[in-house]
């Protein structure tokens, strides 16, 4: 158990200690599930539309201290400028209209056969969640888990990233400075996730766990949680009763979408979006074109096109304006990528640029060079022999590129995955275009679409080993449940006075 | 289709508190064509602030009302009973926003505002009095588009 009392933050590319933060201990981390359970109740005293208009104000607020916030995006989460931007414009736009999501969560009257409406189904929050955010994201993340449980009516404790977590703190203090009603019923934890994780999954008063993670460590979670149930088992009776919940889980986790690009679109314009895609964030976000899987009959062009657009690419100082990969978040990531791309050499694979890292030998200031693997088709179907970069997410900037015959070679190549968060298509052909939304095995579906949106439909979730619970989501309704209610008092009464 | 032609009528001038509210609504008077996406009876505030300590009272300088009627656009002192929303300005805004030349210019410098608000330089910020889905009905997602004030992020 961690005895660490404060916390010193780094400064990605320099190395420089940006603030020292107090931390949480086991103690401290039980008292605030305690305090923010207890004032749960605060937000219940206003309905969704006051909670909304309230996060549109404090989005306001956010904006106008949008230079601050993006100069700590950029120090503690490396995040190139640029880039910061958009980290912080999706998360203000979301809560600028936040009260956008209503549709998802207004009371439906349902209408029998006999055209009765005697039922409603009416949507209540669960009660207290508690988050945990990653680090590639300082803000937009772990801000989205928070608003969206105020939204519902939830209280909510969020565990930002310990290496990033200042921008969070100063958006807090920024909803304690406008006196945003009931912020006891919202909370930070600054812990790591190791012992954090035991204490949410612990007590009784945490409804929902909701996590941004690797799915690996997600399932591990499910784990830890099995052998805690497991320790509470109560055989007195003669049978073995659990004598302690069931607990939402909802994990967001990675992602390795397929990017299909066909022979029919202008090569040199998807390359563009194509390498925006794949390398935003140094290639450190779940949703990212991964596996690049591109059509036969332009295979080699479009591959000259994207070398080109990636080695434009310029890495090194986040606050350079003109950069656009920032340092890596952290040593591990950097080794991962040093991994993948040795094994793929395994394969026999070509190396078309990248495969160098620059290493400080410090915790800082790491770089992996854009990267663009070819790995054969024919590598891809059997996931027990695939390469480890096919099989498993490059949470860093290594992407992979891979010939496809044809349409259905494409979209069986795309589908050859563990996971299925988003996949992109590049195509002109209107027919084609429909089997592709029908048969790619992927919750996001995008044709088409210049990456980096910032639009308020930009849903998340993913299928297969990307998501639980699987599909497209909202924030807002996974963090309530319908409530059936059969009403037949008009119908009624008079017989049972 | 043809672009619809709209007209602008300026309402009781006189009745405003400040000079730089009278040389705004004249301003936007000569570009009725900004509001085109907007529904016909579609009205909303234009508050004007001294800075954001004031914007946070919410104590205006000065405030009009621009209505959406079926031949182009109506600009009267004060605010209205229901408004849809408020546009929030800073006075520092408003100075640069009407030496523009065009509405191109005017649009990317409101939207500059709004995405890169500071309380030297100028800032414009919106609070909404009805539902997101209703003002997206009433076309005031495109007007904000075209106002430059939700940026198109093809730039990237």
Known sequence: ?497 | MMEEKLTSQLINLKAYRTEIARKYTTFLSKYPEIFSDLCIGSNFDFALYESISDYDKHSPVDIFNVYRSSQGIEIKPGGAQNPDLELALSIKAIKELIQTKNKIDYAQLLGSFYNNPDEENGWIDFELHKRTQRLINMGYGKFAQTAGILEDDDGI
């Open chain 1, 1 to 497: 158990m961690s005895k660490v009392q404060e916390l010193k933050v780094k400064n990605k590319y320099t190395g420089e200690i940006i603030g020292t933060v107090p931390a949480d201990t086991p103690e401290t981390v039980r008292d605030k599930i305690k305090r923010v359970h207890k004032n749960q109740f605060l937000l219940k005293e206003m309905d969704f539309f006051e909670r909304a208009q309230l996060l549109s104000k404090f989005s306001s607020k956010l904006r106008f201290k949008k230079k601050q916030l993006k100069d700590l995006v950029v120090a503690e989460g490396g995040l190139p400028i640029k880039y910061s931007e958009w980290e912080l414009n999706i998360v203000m736009n979301g809560f600028k209209f936040c009260d956008w999501y209503y549709q998802f969560l207004e009371e439906k009257p349902l209408t029998s056969i006999e055209g009765e409406q005697l039922v409603r189904i009416r949507y209540i929050p669960h009660g207290l969640a508690a988050c945990i955010s990653p680090r590639n994201t300082p803000i937009s993340l772990p801000l989205y888990q928070l608003g969206a449980n105020y939204l519902v009516g939830n209280g909510a404790i969020v565990k930002p990233s310990t290496a990033c977590p200042l921008t969070m703190l100063e958006a807090y203090a920024l909803m304690e400075e406008m006196e945003l009603p009931a912020i006891n019923a919202l909370d930070l934890v600054i812990a790591p996730g190791e012992w954090a994780v035991d204490e949410f999954l612990k007590s009784p008063l945490i409804k929902t766990l909701m996590t941004i993670t690797a799915s690996h460590t997600a399932k591990d979670i499910l784990v830890r949680y099995g052998r805690f149930l497991k320790k509470t088992v109560d055989k007195s009776m003669g049978v073995a009763m659990y004598t302690q919940p069931f607990k939402n889980f909802f994990f967001e986790c990675a992602g390795n979408d397929a990017g299909i690009v066909m022979d029919d679109v202008n090569l040199e314009q998807v390359a563009k979006w194509n390498v925006m895609a794949s390398f935003t964030n140094s290639g450190q976000q779940c949703f990212s074109m991964k596996r690049i899987i591109v059509h036969q009959d332009i295979y080699d062009e479009y591959v000259e096109c994207l070398v080109k657009e990636i080695e434009q690419l310029k890495y090194g100082d986040p606050t350079d304006p003109d950069v656009d990969i920032g340092p890596l978040g952290s040593r591990r990531i950097l080794m991962m990528m040093e991994v993948m791309v040795e094994d793929v050499k395994k394969y026999g694979s070509k190396i078309f640029t990248g495969a160098e890292k620059i290493d400080t030998g410090e915790d800082y200031g790491l770089f992996y060079k854009p990267t663009l693997v070819e790995i054969k088709p024919e590598l891809c179907e059997d996931l027990t022999k695939a390469p480890f970069l096919w099989r498993e997410e490059a949470f860093g900037p290594v992407r992979s590129v891979t010939k496809a015959k044809n349409m259905k070679d494409a979209i069986k190549l795309a589908n050859a995955s563990n996971y299925g968060m988003r996949a992109v298509v590049y195509s002109t052909n209107l027919n084609d275009i429909e089997t592709f939304k029908n048969e790619l095995e992927a919750a996001n579906i995008y044709i088409n679409a210049r990456p980096m949106l910032v639009d308020i439909t930009v849903s998340l979730g993913g299928i297969k080993d990307s998501a639980y619970p699987p599909g497209c989501k909202y924030y807002p309704q996974e963090l309530v449940y319908g409530k059936y209610i059969y009403d037949g008092t008009l119908l009624n009464l008079e017989k049972i006075k």
